[in-house]
């Protein structure tokens, strides 16, 4: 049996505004190495919203947020996956769907959030704390999320936490998505005090600025800024959120206070939506590249494992978020 690839030039209709011509063309070879080896390793690409326009609309099969993606690895059939995006990521699918192998293009591809605790610092939480459940945010490395009793995103964290039925949590690690969550759910939370290195910069007074300058526009805000710029935005959510309330809401002018590809990945999905730059690049995010890509699929690096002393009890908390 034959397979036709899609090249470049054929992809090119899917990227056209948000990549100029020139800097395509510069992209062609790796996009067409990209295409040929997907099919020869029988791989799929799952692209977080904040990965660059190339990868986003161009060579990936599954774009989402942190939940979406979760959820994808469950189903994926092929043999290998790639994950473009952050390492929790990569360490998410291979827990869900572990006869896969899993690709992270750059070791290096951290966050700040999963860096700011580890299983030791839960444990001790818990003798503090002792009875209270922990609900962990995805963003931590599979050794917390083993100690946790449920993972959830920003996406499922206030029905995470009302599934719970308790007054109080434990839920760790970043402080401002558990502020956030408190305010709307009216459960305690002891907190941990990890930030998004990315989003801890935004500030409400910016927030203000950006309105006086741009009377009208409609503000979005990622749970993982600080409440009292969360306070300031019209809607805050999670990447695909956001996304949604871009496609639904019919906003003609958007200010995205969260990483930048974002922006530029719904600006080419809604021309007709004007973008305002209010944006901060994630480092990590940032490392993952076309070149990166196509590297993983020609070398089978970088796998990820996850220790099978932990796995089966991180596992259980990233599927009792799922069952939620
Ligand atoms: P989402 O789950 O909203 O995609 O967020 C992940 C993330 O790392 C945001 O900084
Ligand atoms: Fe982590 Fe923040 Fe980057 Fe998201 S944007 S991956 S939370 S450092």
């Known amino acids: 049996m034959t397979t036709t690839l899609i090249t470049a030039d054929q992809l090119f209709r899917k990227v056209d505004h948000v990549v100029p011509a020139v800097e395509w063309a510069t992209m062609a070879d790796d996009v067409n190495a990209i295409m040929r080896l997907k099919a020869e390793r029988n791989a799929v690409i799952l692209a977080h919203n904040y990965m660059r326009p190339e990868i986003f609309h161009g060579i990936s099969d599954i774009v989402g947020d942190s939940?979406?993606?979760?959820?994808?690895?469950?189903?994926?059939?092929?043999?290998?996956?790639?994950?473009?995006?952050?390492?929790?990521?990569?360490e998410t699918a291979k827990l869900l769907n572990p006869s896969k192998t899993v690709l992270i293009p750059d070791l290096r591809s951290g966050c700040s959030l999963a860096e700011s605790i580890t299983a030791e610092d839960v444990r001790e939480l818990r003798r503090q704390h002792p009875g209270v459940p922990v609900v962990t945010y995805v963003n931590t490395s599979a050794a917390v999320k083993a100690e946790s009793d449920i993972c959830c995103t920003s996406g499922n964290a206030v029905s995470v936490i009302e599934s719970l039925g308790v007054?109080?949590?434990?839920?760790?690690?970043?402080?401002?998505?558990?502020?956030?969550?408190?305010a709307q759910t009216g459960v305690d939370m002891i907190i941990w005090p990890g930030a998004c290195e990315v989003h801890e910069q935004f500030t409400a007074a910016e927030?203000?600025?950006?309105r006086d300058e741009y009377p009208g526009v409609t503000v979005l805000a990622h749970p993982e800024c600080p409440p009292e710029v969360v306070a300031e935005a019209d809607f805050a959510g999670s990447t695909a959120q956001m996304s949604d309330f871009v496609a639904s809401r019919r906003a003609s002018m958007v200010a995205l206070v969260t990483e930048c590809s974002m922006s530029a990945n719904l600006a080419g999905a809604h021309p007709e939506v004007e973008f305002i730059g209010m944006c901060r690049l994630c480092p990590h995010m940032q490392r993952i590249t076309l070149k990166g890509i196509r590297t993983a699929l020609e070398t089978g690096r970088h796998e990820i494992s996850v220790d099978p002393a932990i796995a089966d009890r991180a596992r259980l908390a990233v599927e009792r978020m799922l069952a939620v």
């Open 67 to 90: 939940l979406a993606l979760a959820r994808e690895a469950t189903t994926v059939e092929a043999d290998v996956i790639v994950l473009a995006g952050v390492h929790f990521m990569a």
């Open 167 to 182: 007054p109080e949590v434990i839920m760790i690690p970043d402080q401002y998505l558990a502020r956030n969550i408190a």
């Open 207 to 210: 927030v203000r600025a950006l």
